[in-house]
């Protein structure tokens, strides 16, 4: 994997996901979908770390894994996130 590879990048926060479902793994479940909103918010994909986001707070309903998705896209490098209609 290089710098720059958008498939690469994002192929490693989805074989976590698989490794570790959020429905048997709450934490580590949940990091992996965060991390893959993250990586798709920095890769330019808002509709997909959305997406991302939406898992995450509704297969759960949580307040740990609200807080995941609200720091998540925080950052003010995700505004494109931020400002995605929905």
Do not use: N
Not at 31 to 47: F, H, Y
């Amino acid at each position: 994997m290089g710098l720059g590879d958008k498939a690469a990048a994002l192929a490693l926060p989805e074989q976590a996901m698989a490794t570790s479902p959020i429905e048997k793994d709450a934490l580590f479940g949940a990091a992996s979908i965060a991390i893959l909103a993250r990586v798709a918010a920095q890769m330019g994909e808002p509709d997909r770390a959305i997406a991302s986001l939406e898992k995450l707070t509704l297969d759960t309903g949580s307040r740990r894994t609200d807080f995941a998705a609200a720091y998540c896209c925080a950052a003010p490098a995700r505004s494109d996130v931020r400002s995605a209609a929905r």
